[in-house]
Nanobody, 118 residues
């Protein structure tokens, strides 16, 4: 499974960004996709996950501000990020796999940088 992420960039605090991640290859082997992030000097943390049935799970720090969605026909997952804060600055990684075996999933995309200025 290959994951191609896009949509990162620089935004002011309070602004919005949307990340996209398209899966290709053996997509029949996955039933969930999501996002992790890693800020400089910190551990990678869960941002959001969505299953093929539409169930979602969010990290506590993004609940109410970020929304994960999916387009099954395109094997693509989106992360709408609103009310961004400087603390959201991180490299965001797309993640995919089967949700039967716990988090994180085994497939990773390249990271995309999100920088939120104060």
């Amino acid at each position: 499974v290959q994951l191609q992420a896009s949509g990162g960039g620089l935004v002011q605090a309070g602004g919005s960004l949307r990340l996209s991640c398209a899966a290709s290859g053996s997509i029949f082997s996955i039933n969930a996709m999501g996002w992790y992030r890693q800020a400089s000097g910190k551990q990678r943390e869960l941002v959001a996950v969505i299953t093929s049935s539409g169930s979602t799970n969010y990290g506590d720090s993004v609940k109410g501000r970020f929304t994960i969605s999916r387009d099954g026909a395109k094997s693509t997952v989106y992360l709408q990020m609103n009310s961004l804060k400087p603390d959201d600055t991180a490299v965001y990684y797309c993640n995919a796999g089967r949700n039967d075996y716990g988090l994180p999933f085994p497939y990773w995309g390249q990271g995309t940088q999100v920088t939120v200025s104060s």
